[in-house]
């Protein structure tokens, strides 16, 4: 099988434009940067999809869903294209799925063709541009995420600044990006570009914890750790939640968060195990402190194990070398010591930065 393109590459005479996308002969970098994908680095955090392997297996769905489009099909679900796309083979996935779209692509007459996306109908030619655009995108954040050179096409990342910096106002009212950080005038094609999809113009910043925020532990008889951090040690309660009771100093919404396992947990330290359950470390005051401890985690490749908005704060979770939950995060607004019902009346919901 020839190497799969899909991802176009402008030689000196052709430029792309929503009406005349081209295909050349060049090979897709993104298959270098799965290439280079190390064995313990699927789970690494991401820019965008959560971890690496997520980012990936959004590829080739892209890819696959190219192809379902040009040859007519509609953008309603399509339980074929959902779900775990990469099997035992990432790479072979990637390849098939790319080998598809560009056959889709090189069929005569297919960017005169009108595609019915799940956003409604599509000239073929301006969702070509939008693939490129998000093929190329991503496989910087894969570069990032796993520690390869982050230098991509300069002549392609003036192709595609181009072509979207017209509609900027649109990419950040999709809500699919990040604020778009400040770049100097003279900045390269490539900080322009990453820019408009939100991709930062400079590493983050270092982590710097500000306090120990609380202490979520496992423990054997719900009852009877209440009767001790409340009655006897003279913490408050702070919140109940179904085989969960915070307490409090008074400090934070609670120090310690006492959680009553299944008839699973064990003594011994490996989770879930009576003891400790996970700790937490704020970060900062703000959202933007959390999305630079996020950047500074995608930087790392340190894989993040969940992002929760908690009500009352917001948070990050990863865990330590010897495999325990650490979380790190920035308080919420949310009135709890006025209202102590508000953490009761709304579930965890997942974070999106």
Not at 183 to 191: E, P, R
């Amino acid at each position: 099988m020839p190497t799969p393109t899909c991802l176009p590459r402008p030689t000196s005479h052709e430029r792309y434009s929503d009406s005349e996308p081209r295909v050349s002969s060049q090979a897709d970098p993104n298959r270098q940067f799965i290439t280079g994908i190390q064995p313990d680095q699927w789970r690494n955090a991401c820019t965008s999809e959560g971890d690496v392997r997520g980012l990936v297996n959004h590829l080739v769905s892209g890819q696959l869903w190219t192809a379902e489009l040009l040859h007519g099909k509609s953008g309603d679900p399509n339980p074929d294209l959902e779900g775990d796309l990469l099997g035992r083979d990432p790479l072979a996935a990637y390849d098939a799925a790319c080998a598809a779209a560009q056959l889709a692509l090189e069929e005569s007459g297919a960017l005169e063709r009108v595609c019915q996306t799940s956003h409604g109908e599509v000239p073929a030619a301006v969702y070509a541009s939008t693939r490129i655009m998000d093929v190329f995108v991503h496989g910087w954040d894969l570069a990032q995420a796993t520690g390869q050179e982050q230098r991509l096409d300069g002549e392609l990342c003036e192709v595609v600044y181009r072509d979207r910096k017209p509609r900027q106002a649109m990419l950040h009212q999709s809500g699919m990006f990040g604020p778009a950080p400040d770049v100097a005038a003279d900045a390269s094609a490539q900080t322009r570009m990453l820019a408009l999809f939100g991709r930062p113009a400079a590493p983050a910043a270092p982590i710097r914890a500000r306090e120990l925020g609380h202490a979520g532990m496992y423990v054997r008889d719900l009852e009877a750790s209440v009767r001790f951090y409340h009655d006897f040690l003279g913490f408050d309660i702070s919140g109940r939640l179904p085989g969960t009771v915070f307490v409090t100093s008074g400090r934070s919404h609670h120090e310690f968060a006492l959680i009553e396992p299944g008839p699973e947990c064990v003594g011994g330290p490996k989770q879930p195990a009576f003891g400790l359950n996970h700790v937490a470390v704020r970060v900062g005051e703000t959202i933007e402190d959390l999305r630079n401890a996020h950047r500074r985690l995608v930087e790392a490749g340190t894989p993040i194990v969940g992002m929760f908005d908690f009500v009352i704060q917001k948070a990050i979770q990863i865990e330590d070398p010897d495999g325990t939950i650490v979380e790190l995060y920035i308080d919420t607004d949310a009135p709890w010591r006025t209202d102590p019902s508000i953490f009761e009346k709304a579930l965890p919901k997942a974070l999106q930065l």
